[in-house]
């Protein structure tokens, strides 16, 4: 997708993007422009799932924020919205069309307005995929595109609590905390749209559950944003740091033996 002016690559981050959309969902809110409770058919109207009407009327944004719609990667009902944990990206997707409905707005018009203008994400953008709808059912029209620098603006801007230079721009603390903590009972390492490292387990594809942390050598108050091939955001509020991470697939201990260097350089 190009490179920056210093030749920094730019990429689709893949579900690294879901973390962005949560707090768009979040200033959506804020603005008044929806609520979490809005039932999902309110801004995307009837018949947007492959859900019976009934069913698909009680998935609300908030369901689809948390990943516990209910429906499948097909958007075909499972079981009731809230009793079962699922990741689930066709569903999720349907959030971020939920704030285009919403504010009426193009989704990289109101991003740039809310979001990355303000913190100076200048080489950020969504880009349509044009091979998903012919490819995959499950995956986004939209790829976040950005580079790790852009990327640890957000991460520096969720440190702050929604700060930045001086400027609220993440003005619902509420949404703040509640997005970064265990948005259900069904996998606690859940938020809205952001993985958690408290535990003590995790609930995988298929809310598969397994025991333990993302990261067991990361800090307990870690969260982070994550996508395919490594595509990593993570954000450490206690040591006060933001970690970025894109390009090429990383090993499977990358995780495990970066951290457990981090906490040596830092000696904690």
């Known amino acids: 997708l190009g490179e920056d002016d210093n030749g920094r690559a730019i990429e689709d981050v893949a579900s690294v ?24 058919c309110k801004h995307l109207g009837k018949g947007w799932s492959n859900a019976s009407a009934e069913a698909e009327g009680k998935i609300t ?44 707005m193009e989704p990289n018009e109101f991003t740039k307005e809310w979001l990355t203008r303000p913190i100076g994400m200048k080489d950020s953008r ?30 520096l801007l969720m440190l702050a609590n929604g700060n930045w230079e001086k400027k609220n721009i993440l003005e619902d603390k509420d949404f703040i905390k509640a997005a970064t903590s265990p948005s259900q009972k069904l996998n606690p390492s859940y938020g809205y749209l952001w993985w958690l490292n408290g535990g003590p387990f995790m609930a995988r594809a298929g809310g598969l559950r397994k025991p333990g942390r993302l990261v067991s050598s990361a ?25 970025t991470r894109l390009g090429d697939q990383a090993s499977k201990t990358f995780n495990s033996e970066f951290f457990k260097l981090l906490r040596l350089a830092i000696g904690k």
């Open 17 to 40: 993007q879901k973390s962005v959309t949560a707090m768009l969902v979040g200033i959506a809110r804020r603005k008044g422009l929806l609520k979490l409770d809005d039932p999902a």
């Open 61 to 104: 944004i908030r369901h689809l924020v948390t990943m516990t719609s209910g429906l499948d990667a097909r958007l075909r009902h499972q079981v009731p919205a809230g009793e079962k944990w699922a990741y689930n990206t066709a569903a999720y997707a349907r959030s971020l069309t939920c704030v285009i409905k919403a504010a009426k």
């Open 126 to 155: 969504w880009a349509v995929r044009p091979w998903q709808a012919s490819v995959r059912t499950d995956a986004n029209r939209y790829g976040f595109a950005t580079t790790a620098r852009d990327l640890a603006r957000f991460g």
């Open 219 to 243: 800090p307990k108050d870690m969260y982070a944003a994550q996508g395919k091939l490594g595509r990593r955001l993570y954000v450490l509020p206690a040591q006060q740091l933001v970690i």
